[in-house]
């Protein structure tokens, strides 16, 4: 079983940034992956981005992409989220996420999650 616990997040205006950590504890496999998803209040959650724990590429929603960076540290056992340009549709609790092999843009094919990090950006 992994543990997940997010930090980082918080308040920023329209066009800053803001950057999430998940820190990951027990056992990682070579062919896990790690992605960040989000929560807006009264929406379903949705898939942001991923990356394979070892090699790989990475993949965003198109709604993230070209504005938001997923990277890892392998040897810290991290996962991180760099937003940038943040808009206010970017509000959401972010939640940091674990599956065994090929990435899924499905919320239920990731097996653990940590508790998520709220983010409010303001217009």
């Known amino acids: 079983q992994v543990q997940l616990v997010e930090s980082g997040g918080g308040l920023g205006q329209a066009g800053d940034s803001l950057s999430l950590s998940c820190a990951a504890s027990g056992r990682l496999y070579s062919t896990s992956c790690m992605a960040w998803f989000r929560q807006a209040p009264g929406k379903e959650r949705e898939f942001v981005a991923a990356?394979?724990?070892?090699?790989?590429?990475?993949h965003y929603a198109e709604s993230v992409k070209g504005r938001f960076t997923i990277s890892r540290d392998n040897a810290k056992k991290m996962v991180y989220l760099q937003m940038d340009n943040l808009k206010p549709e970017d509000t959401a609790v972010y939640s940091c996420a674990h599956k065994i092999y090929s990435w899924s843009l499905r919320a239920n094919d990731y097996g653990s999650w940590g508790r998520g990090t709220q983010v409010t950006v303001s217009s």
């Open positions: 990356i394979p724990w070892t090699g790989g590429d990475t």
